[in-house]
């Protein structure tokens, strides 16, 4: 897949505390400014914020049911924190500076150890002014592998970004606070790569059979995805198995923060075009992942794969008598809020703007004092999310996963991001299981970052 420079130009538009660096007596992650060349060959390389010295950071892999444990290292000029996205944590390792600790000041560490009780795809990033953090580079995927993978011949990390480059510096275009990308649908950058390269390829053979780990770490894109010369069936989705695996036949969603695990089969034949497709903003149909078949790894294919192991805890009980919380997704462009609560104050849509602030969760703009809901360890909440924004929101929360409830009454697969469509409502059914305070908040990272932020407290 070849990028010419108009091609490249056109998308252009109690908390625990941080601790002096100690001796190394866990492995480290350390996170630092680096120079990637995220742009093809001819165009500047980008100065970065990185884990390691890498876009995106290492993978960081461990069994289910083990310990993992990482020092965060800031050599950074800024403070940061990392959140470990999608595992069902301990409160105090859930990384939210401001709400589970402080952010780790330059020059200094913090120990992160913790239990793995879920197999599945995950990632971490910076949550810590995790807006301009996570577009300058600091995520990376987390895999926790089961303990009896399934029938494949490879497994896969295919994360799935955007950068929003100067084509002529290759630095990032890093108004990262402009009213106008926070109030609208967030930064969406002009240059689209997996595992930090735009012109990604995978070399397979006809009938091998992989494992694709989808992860969509964009600050706020929306990727529309299709499989080409692959046959696939999606097994998982945000870390938790289906518990049937189901045929891909149409256009698969995958919205900020959320993760996908397809097993695919490679059909096409030696020469023919074959990966993943992403929907481009001019309606075609673009290259995200190319696979160079090469070679036959089998005669025939395989039937369709077996369900992965299921996680502990996935059940959702209680639902239809649970009570109803009602959420409304409110402010943004074109729709405004009346008011909404701010610092403590109730503000009007002038006075929030003055602020920075764009967006409210329930009438709130930010963390407030006081949490959104308060829950008792084990109890069955649903939250009702209304979204009376023109905006989609891909809301996420933190420690614990959730069900969507239909309108039937039926439950969805276990996910912990959901998509929120302009003038929707999705109601999310969920066991209070996890003690401490979680954040449920926008991933759209700019709409977090100017309002649609809250917490829950499990007690």
């Not at 091609?7 to 625990?16: I, R």
């Not at 198995?241 to 995958?254: K, S």
């Not at 420690?399 to 003038?423: I, Q």
């Amino acid at each position: 897949m070849k990028m010419t420079r108009r091609a490249f130009c056109a998308g252009l538009a109690s908390v625990p505390l941080a601790r002096a660096v100690q001796a190394q007596d866990m492995p480290l992650l350390t996170a630092r400014a680096a120079t990637v060349q995220l742009a093809p060959d001819g165009y500047p390389a980008t100065p970065v914020w990185s884990y390691e010295g890498t876009i995106p950071g290492p993978v960081i892999r461990a069994a289910q049911g083990s310990r993992l444990q990482r020092r965060l290292v800031n050599t950074l000029e800024v403070p940061t924190s990392i959140h470990w996205h999608g595992i069902r944590i301990d409160n105090a390792m859930d990384g939210v500076a401001g709400l589970t600790q402080n952010a780790v000041p330059p020059g200094e560490s913090f120990d992160y150890a913790f239990d793995l009780p879920d197999a599945g795809t995950y990632w971490y990033h910076a949550h810590t002014n995790s807006m301009e953090q996570v577009a300058r580079g600091l995520s990376g995927a987390l895999i926790i592998d089961e303990a009896t993978p399934p029938d494949v011949d490879r497994d896969k990390v295919l994360m799935i970004d955007d950068w929003l480059l100067d084509p002529d510096t290759g630095l990032f275009v890093d108004d990262f606070a402009a009213p106008m990308t926070r109030s609208h649908g967030g930064q969406i950058g002009n240059l689209v790569g997996v595992n930090g390269r735009y012109d990604y390829m995978l070399p397979a053979r006809q009938n091998e059979r992989l494992r694709l780990r989808l992860i969509n770490s964009a600050n706020a894109q929306i990727f529309g995805l299709k499989l080409e010369g692959l046959t696939g069936w999606t097994v998982a989705l945000d870390g938790m198995p289906l518990d049937t695996p189901e045929p891909v036949t149409e256009t698969l969603v995958l919205a900020p923060a959320q993760r996908m695990d397809l097993i695919v089969d490679v059909t096409a034949e030696e020469g023919e075009t074959a990966g993943l497709l992403f929907a481009a903003a001019d309606d075609t149909w673009r290259v995200l992942a190319e696979v160079s078949v090469e070679g036959r790894a089998a005669s025939v294919p395989r039937g369709a794969p077996q369900p992965l192991p299921r996680n502990p805890r996935m059940e959702v009980e209680g639902v239809d008598t649970a009570p109803v919380l009602e959420m409304q997704l409110q402010g943004g462009a074109m729709r405004g809020l009346e008011s909404a609560a701010f610092n403590g104050q109730k503000l009007s849509w002038q006075e929030l703007v003055q602020q920075g602030q764009f967006w409210a969760l329930a009438g709130q703009a930010g963390l407030g004092e006081a949490p959104f809901a308060t829950l008792s360890r084990g109890e069955t909440a649903r939250i009702r999310m209304t979204n009376d924004t023109i905006f989609p929101h891909a809301m996420h929360l933190h420690g614990m996963h959730f069900r969507e409830r239909k309108a039937d009454g039926s439950l969805g697969p276990l996910r912990d991001t959901v998509l929120v469509m302009p003038n929707e409502t999705t109601e999310i059914a969920f066991v209070a299981d996890n003690p401490g305070k979680w954040l449920l908040h926008c991933h759209m990272l700019g709409h977090a970052a100017s309002g649609m932020t809250n917490w829950i407290m499990v007690a």
